[in-house]
């Protein structure tokens, strides 16, 4: 399998309260919901690199859609890394997702390997990593 992924989809229980937080609070670019003339259709994409968008979807819609059950999740089933190019990005990101409504779980400190990084999960409980990494800092 060659590597392809596009989208990173996230099951939510709330569309709209997600799209003011992703879109309001973390200023993630969006055209807003779209897809509501069907049923099961209603996702909002955000573009967050070239060639990758993160889709907030209604669970019950993500349930019916793969013929899987909704069933009790947990937040260390995966986590979304954010990689930024400065420990004073990882305070500022961090600061602006509780700003946003999101929940500090961890807060920023300096890491065991040398970077410096925290975690916050957003409306639906999604595990968000905020990381100064050294070794792998971002192109931009």
Do not use: C
Request: aromatic share 10%; charged share 20%.
């Amino acid at each position: 399998m060659k590597p392809r992924v596009t989208v990173i989809t996230l099951g939510v229980s709330d569309l709209e309260r997600s799209l003011r937080f992703y879109r309001d609070g973390l200023g993630l670019k969006t055209p807003g919901v779209i897809g509501q003339e069907f049923e099961h259709g209603a996702v909002a994409f955000f573009d967050l690199q070239p060639g990758l968008k993160l889709a907030i979807w209604p669970r019950a819609s993500l349930a019916w859609d793969s013929g899987l059950a909704d069933g009790p999740t947990g937040p260390t089933q995966f986590s979304l890394g954010h990689n930024v190019a400065s420990k004073a990005e990882v305070d500022g990101v961090m600061q602006q997702a509780q700003d946003a409504g999101g929940v500090i779980v961890k807060p920023a400190h300096d890491t065991f390997w040398g970077g410096y990084a925290g975690y916050f999960q957003g409306p639906d409980g999604h595990l968000w990593e905020v990381v100064w990494n050294p070794q792998l800092l971002p192109e931009d």
